[in-house]
């Protein structure tokens, strides 16, 4: 269920009358909810008393209340994350229209670079509230004419700044929003799909298919790639004439491979690796890449086996290989047949 703000607080609290708007249609078979975005910089941007708080524990337990009813009804709810698009002056401001007795200037027009920052950080900060407030997640508002919709527009982006001009300038607010929310460790899936940026300082867990040829993918002058892998050798699954092409490659461009170790530990900014003899090493790392532990994705074999009089599993979905393994795991089944 999309955003609707309900608007029924009358204090920022929730009431009673909200948790049994949401109740009922968490109850009636709603899977997620996107709930209100609660003031994120009291009482800067604070939009009156309709507009939930969470900035202090008494405020934040009715909003676990809220979750809670919801959650009892087996639904998920998911905080939007928003900043009011307008500033609010008691005297006249450059870039600021009078409405009776105030100003109103457009925050996409007038703040600079450093509220650019501060408001990335509020919002980061934000997030981070809403996991611990116990929110299943979040929605960047990044529409309906809002704040980083008007940053995004070049229709109503005019700046001359790094938020201005390009593309990349009018989405460097959205993009550093997101890389600041953004956990540091990825399944290698997510580099594929691309809904990531990548740091200067990767390492990549598994030297396997996928991780070499996913360091070989992402690889630039400017990022120090690492693999690392816990058997003695990379590449141990690869044909000898495809795999001696790719370790030169990799060693071409100076990704080091690092064997017989594994990752005991990830920290911000770090990974700790332990060889064989128990000697730990620090990597630096921006970002982590997990190329390890494939598992099958069965759940349709699952589905449909009892409706149908012959089902088989074959290649990646019995057991995660490459080409070659599917290929052959099928055509086994296909002689059988
Ligand atoms: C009165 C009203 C207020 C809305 N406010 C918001 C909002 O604050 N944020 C938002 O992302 N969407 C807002 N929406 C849009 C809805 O979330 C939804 O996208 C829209 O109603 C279309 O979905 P529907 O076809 O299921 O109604 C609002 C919609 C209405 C009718």
């Not at 401001?93 to 457009?106: D, F, H, L, N, T």
């Not at 997030?127 to 116990?134: H, L």
């Not at 938020?163 to 399944?187: C, E, H, M, T, W």
């Amino acid at each position: 269920m999309s955003l609707y703000p309900t608007k029924y607080s009358t204090d920022s609290r929730v009431n009673e009358r909200m948790i049994e708007f949401y109740r009922e249609r968490a109850c009636g078979g709603v899977a997620m909810i996107v709930l209100d975005c609660p003031c994120l910089d009291y009482p800067k941007a604070y939009k009156g008393p309709d507009e939930l708080r969470f900035d202090t524990p008494e405020f934040a337990e009715g909003i676990r209340e809220l979750l809670n009813a919801i959650h009892a009804e087996g639904a998920k709810a998911f905080m939007q994350l928003n900043y009011p698009k307008e500033r609010v002056f008691k005297h006249e401001v450059p870039g600021a229209e009078q409405k009776g007795k105030i100003w109103v200037a457009p925050l996409a027009e007038i703040m600079t670079s450093d509220e650019a920052r501060e408001i990335i950080d509020l919002m980061a900060e934000g997030a981070k509230r809403a996991r611990e407030v116990g929110y299943d997640g979040i929605e960047i508002q990044a529409s309906y004419g809002d704040f980083i919709s008007q940053l995004l527009s070049p229709l109503s982006n005019k700046r001359t700044d790094e938020y201005g001009g390009s593309i990349n300038n009018r989405a460097r607010f959205l993009i550093d929003l997101i890389k600041i929310d953004q956990p540091f460790v990825f399944n290698v899936r997510a580099v594929y799909e691309r809904i990531l940026e990548l740091g200067t300082n990767t390492v990549i867990l598994g030297g396997g298919d996928t991780g070499c040829e996913t360091a070989d993918l992402i690889s630039s002058e400017t990022r120090n790639i690492t693999i690392v892998e816990l058997l003695d050798e990379p590449l141990q699954r690869m044909k000898e004439i495809p795999k001696q092409e790719l370790l030169k490659r990799l060693k071409e461009r100076g990704i080091s491979i690092i064997t017989n170790s594994k990752a005991i530990r990830i920290q911000k900014g770090k990974v700790i690796v332990e060889d064989k003899e128990g000697i730990q090493k620090e990597l630096r790392a921006d970002s982590v890449i997990l190329s390890i532990g494939n598992i099958p994705a069965d759940s349709l074999f699952d589905s449909v086996k009892g409706s149908l009089e012959e089902v088989y599993l074959v290649g990646d979905a019995d057991n995660p290989g490459n080409l070659g393994a599917a290929l052959r795991s099928s055509t086994e089944v296909a002689l059988k047949i």
